[in-house]
């Protein structure tokens, strides 16, 4: 079993544990109540957890991609092209995974200074830019529409009120 289908998961669970904590600090909250302001963040946590242990069971007991390959093709080199194989492409992926962990980080933090509305269309359109690699023209208006209709559907549904 490769390191990283050991760190991946582990770090997921991790942070699925500092949300479920942080949701259950929330003052004057019930994780407990769905009108509470700490009911969401705490399903989401127990969600991200329940997926990491799945990642993590699937990881562990499944052969890597080179075992796979030299079990049914033992006489087929590996592809040189292949993102699992080639270590340029894997410090790629590692930086990019960097990269948008503190672009997370980022944006909870600038959510105390900038407009919600603002703050996650730039976010989104961002994070969708330097992760898909698409037109810019439709990851701008994606994450217009987007983050319109969450802010939107928060603000008029739910009646809640983000920072601004």
Avoid: C
């Avoid at 699937?58 to 991609?65: E, L």
């Avoid at 080639?86 to 959510?111: C, D, E, R, W």
């Amino acid at each position: 079993m490769t390191t990283s289908k050991i760190i991946a998961p582990l770090l997921l669970i991790a942070i699925s544990l500092i949300v479920l904590g942080l949701s259950l600090n929330i003052k004057d909250n019930s994780v407990l109540d769905p009108t509470s302001a700490s009911f969401f963040p705490a399903v989401v946590s127990l969600i991200l957890m329940a997926s990491s242990i799945a990642i993590w069971k699937r990881g562990a007991f499944s052969p890597s991609p080179n075992e796979e390959e030299s079990v049914h093709h033992p006489d087929r080199s590996v592809n040189a092209t292949d993102p699992i194989a080639n270590p340029t492409t894997k410090n790629f992926q590692i930086k990019q995974l960097i990269l948008f962990l503190i672009g997370v980080v980022s944006f909870a933090y600038l959510m105390n200074f900038i407009h919600f509305l603002l703050l996650s269309t730039v976010y989104l359109f961002l994070a969708m830019t330097f992760l898909n690699r698409s037109k810019w023209r439709s990851n701008l208006l994606i994450s217009i529409l987007t983050s319109s209709l969450i802010y939107f559907m928060f603000v008029s549904l739910f009646e809640i009120v983000f920072p601004s």
